[in-house]
């Protein structure tokens, strides 16, 4: 299938983007950062800026990306008591719940790494997903009008498009993203499943973007593959119960 001009647009983007943070060094572990959500310097700092947002303040549960730079907002979503939802990578085991009320202090860091996670937290099948007060997706590129590019397979929307077709996210569910301000594109064509970004904190600044961007209503089955469900079971899982319905 040929690409459409937008997805060609955001594939240079996406490459422009990993190309400076390697060549300036503003690149972290794990490197090189192509075909990831890099890891940036100052992710730490971008993190700290979640604490702001009224939003957050009010948030109970907070769905998080399992990427390496928004480990800080993972660790930030438990020291302040509140519950993290974290995808497992690629979606192939579905999503892992942290209850801070479960996870002594002194293990909150560990528990937020891809490692800790998978040991310390409970996983959840599809039918036991909690509500989500606030989603933070990672991100390649993202726009000031709200357009976010990840790394081009889709697991962020994928992952908003189970909780919206269980009910368990609206349009009033803020979507937040941490970046370098270098990833800071200009506006760019966006496609009907892209998740918009409401909030971008950077090392520097935070920024509001009340984005006229639409979101997607749930999963798109037909740009779903049988690859895609063979890869994440609760995407099947999700389809067979639909049809049920």
Known sequence: MSESSSQIIKRKLREETWNYLEQQ??????????????????????????????????????????????????????????????????????????????????????????????????????????????????????????????????????????????GLVNDSVRIVTTVHDCQLVDAFPVEKHDIPVDYVLTPTEMYETHTRLTRPNGIYWELVTDEMLRRMPILEELRARSQVK
């Open 25 to 166: 060094n503003i690149a972290r572990f794990p490197r090189p950062v192509y075909n990831r959500i890099p890891n940036f310097v100052g992710a730490e700092k971008a993190a700290i800026r979640i604490r702001e947002l009224k939003e957050f303040a009010k948030a109970t549960v907070v769905k998080v990306n399992p990427d390496a730079p928004q480990a800080y907002v993972r660790q930030i979503v438990l020291e302040e008591r509140k519950t993290l939802l974290m995808p497992t990578p690629r979606l192939s085991a579905g999503f892992l719940k942290l209850d801070p009320k479960r996870i002594p202090r002194q293990m909150t860091r560990k528990a937020t790494s891809i490692s800790g996670a998978v040991r310390i937290a409970e996983r959840i099948p599809l039918s036991k997903l909690p509500a989500v007060d606030l989603v933070v997706a990672g991100s390649v590129a993202v726009s000031l009008e709200g357009g976010r590019i990840g790394k081009g397979e889709g697991y962020s929307e994928i992952e908003y498009g189970i909780l919206r077709e269980c």
